[in-house]
């Protein structure tokens, strides 16, 4: 049984904004807030759309707040309300009187600094929706090819503003991989910037949306953001940004929308395959958003929030954007490397803008612990944090303590919490009025009527099952965009009438969940199944490993045979014998695990192929270590690493 590591002090708990819900309600404790929420999702989910002050042009009918009469798989939520996300983004909190509170603090890579406040983000907003306004019409597709700019932010909401749906597409996607999203998502018009740089490298991002284009035949129009003064090639689809925002009025009305018409389309980062297009909607996005940042996180007008996840994923629009903006909170947005110049510049940005709330991926966590030493560390103060978050892939308990004890001080939670882009936020995560333990992924959020269970579908107590949500939600996707029966083979074919989410997970003795890793990374040794994530959460306990992706390749004899690529830490590739540590590792995992757990080979690579969210791509590595085609790499973030591959040493 393992022990709490943190209890919140009886003044976070008091303060938080999830305790002010419980006392309206009059709920004891969060075990009676999960048990209650799950059993009265309609209740629970019009509570928070009034804690958290969403604004409705027309109510929604309080005799059916959820519609499942089309089935479970296609609920729709809030019933004939009308509303606009955007509204209760930015117009509301400006006639509120808080219009001059600063929403965007933004810095790049190359050190530049601004502040937008709500009603600079607001006009800029308005003056690219009145542009939008005469090339598409509502719930036409915008895509937004862009890097991390505040002019990105507020041609979401201008879309937003207007009734079009906005599809984020992350700058650092090839040219083919804009053209398959510009392709499906049928966009009429791509907002795209000149360039930006990347570790002081240009990258000439008009130049690549103009090959995607030469592949599609649905854009008309361009708009182009002169961001970093890089030259290309205007055509007569263009149109300058710069134009845009000296030519247009500043005002502009919000289109009433219902609650269930198309916000925003995004596709999953494409770990296993096609990418798929999620679908999310104005109504439950606008609620579930909010009470994302509100209760799990716990963001507060006080409070600013630096979680560098780019809006081309579900963290960065549901926390950095829309949860933020909802609540009148400010996000510290970043362009650039996270390692650039120097390694420790997340920690330099914590300081100097006094950061209150602090998101990671555990990917990013890695790199900062690989190359940050504890003198470095102590050089900066860290003091203003008081939440940490992370989400993005199973995190390894060094990797945890490491984030709690350097980063946090052992003095700020870890909220720890996991979803998908499907999901549109979390299913699962540490409250910050809860005692924690490492790596625990908490419990199911409140509103949600999650599960661990077999392979009947009966509940999981005391071992590992797969992780399956019983009840619709408000941001449940609205199915993959052009393709319904592959959303229903997905998610909803395992059991009848389940959403099956794809992951392993186990409930410990004190009810607190924990995820092992997605079910599609299952590896089958002489009939015994080993999650990869195991494998390497047992290899990441050497001192001598930085992270590692195992993967499972046929055996005549076995089935499946273990393989593990491993990436060290740089002072240990230099102490060590490598074929020693190979076996050394190898033996390790035995005696973590198993003897019928010890990987047969051990390759050592200086990089993994990861998505820019963080999540290490096996399927990758498995088809490199196959020798097979690789399917969709548009995801990649580190493309060099797939050569790494073919070039262990």
């Known amino acids: 049984m393992m022990d709490y590591v943190f209890i919140p002090s009886y003044d976070a708990v008091r303060s938080s904004n999830i305790a002010r819900f419980m006392d309206v309600y009059g709920i004891r404790d969060y075990k009676e807030l999960i048990e209650r929420a799950s059993k009265d999702i309609e209740w629970y989910w019009d509570a928070v759309s009034h804690d958290l002050n969403i604004e409705w042009f027309k109510h929604y009918s309080r005799d059916k707040i959820l519609d499942v009469s089309d089935g479970i798989e296609w609920a729709r939520w809030f019933v004939d309300g009308k509303c606009n996300i955007a509204y209760n983004c930015l117009e509301k909190h400006i006639k509120d009187g808080k219009g001059s509170r600063p929403a965007i603090v933004w810095e790049n890579e190359q050190g530049s600094r601004r502040i937008v406040t709500y009603s600079e983000l607001h006009s800029m907003s308005c003056r690219i929706a009145n542009a939008l306004s005469a090339m598409v019409e509502k719930g036409d597709v915008v895509c937004i090819y862009m890097p991390m700019v505040p ?150 007008d006080s409070d600013l929030l630096f979680w560098p996840a780019d809006i081309g ?207 599609d990374d299952v590896i089958k040794v002489a009939g015994h199944r080993f999650s990869s994530a195991d494998i390497e959460a047992a290899l990441a306990m050497h001192e001598a490993v930085a992270e590692s992706a195992v993967v499972g390749l046929p055996d005549e004899l076995k089935g499946e045979r273990i393989v593990a690529y491993v990436v060290l830490k740089p002072l240990y590739r230099k102490m060590y014998d490598l074929p020693r540590l190979r076996d050394e590792l190898k033996r390790h995992v035995e005696n973590a695990i198993g003897k019928i757990a010890r990987p047969d080979s051990i390759y050592f690579v200086d990089d993994l192929p990861k998505t820019r969210s963080g999540k290490v791509m096996r399927r990758l590595v498995r088809a490199k270590a196959l020798g097979i085609k690789l399917g969709d790499v548009s995801s990649i973030e580190n493309i060099a690493s797939l050569e790494m591959l073919d070039n262990p040493y």
């Open 313 to 519: 994923w579900i963290t960065g629009q549901t926390w950095s954007v829309y949860g933020s903006l909802l609540l009148n909170c400010t996000s510290l947005i970043y362009d650039g490397a996270l390692d650039y110049p120097l390694p420790d510049r997340v920690l330099r940005m914590v300081d100097d803008y006094n950061v209150t709330i602090l998101g990671m991926a555990p990917t990013a966590l890695r790199a900062i612990m690989r190359a940050v030493d504890d003198e470095t560390i102590s050089r900066y103060r860290l003091d203003t944090l008081r939440i940490l978050a992370c989400t993005g892939e199973v995190i390894h308990e060094d990797e945890w303590f490491w984030y709690f004890k350097r980063i946090g001080k052992a003095r700020c939670p870890v909220i720890n919490l996991s979803g998908g882009t499907e999901v549109g936020g979390a299913i699962l995560s540490v409250l910050p009025i809860m005692p924690i333990k490492p790596c625990t992924v908490g419990i199911q959020v409140p509103g949600f009527d999650a599960d661990v269970v077999d392979d009947e579908c009966r509940p999981v107590r005391g071992g590992k099952g797969y992780l399956v949500i019983r009840k619709p939600w408000p941001a449940m996707t609205r199915g993959i965009l052009n393709d319904p029966a592959r959303y229903i083979e997905v998610y909803w074919s395992r059991f009848n009438g389940v959403w099956f989410h794809g992951d392993y997970a186990s409930i410990d003795e004190d009810g607190l969940w924990y995820l092992h890793g997605r079910v």
């Open 151 to 300: 002019e990105a932010i507020a041609s979401m909401l201008a879309c937003s503003i207007i009734g079009a749906v906005h599809s984020v597409v992350f700058s650092g996607f090839s040219a083919r991989a804009l053209a398959d999203r510009l392709n499906d998502a049928r966009a009429k018009v791509l907002i795209t910037a000149d360039g930006y740089y990347r570790r002081g490298k240009p990258i000439e991002l008009k130049n690549s949306a103009d090959e995607a284009l030469k592949m599609n035949d649905t854009v008309e129009r361009v708009i182009v953001h002169e961001y970093s003064n890089m030259q290309f090639e205007e055509s007569s689809k263009d149109v300058m940004m710069s134009s845009i925002l000296k030519q247009e009025s500043s005002h502009a009305e919000c289109v009433e929308m219902d609650a269930e018409d198309r916000l925003f389309i995004l596709y999953t980062s494409g770990t296993t395959g096609r990418p798929k297009g999620t679908v999310h909607v104005h109504g439950g996005f606008m609620v579930f958003a909010a009470q994302q940042a509100a209760y799990l996180v716990d963001m507060k």
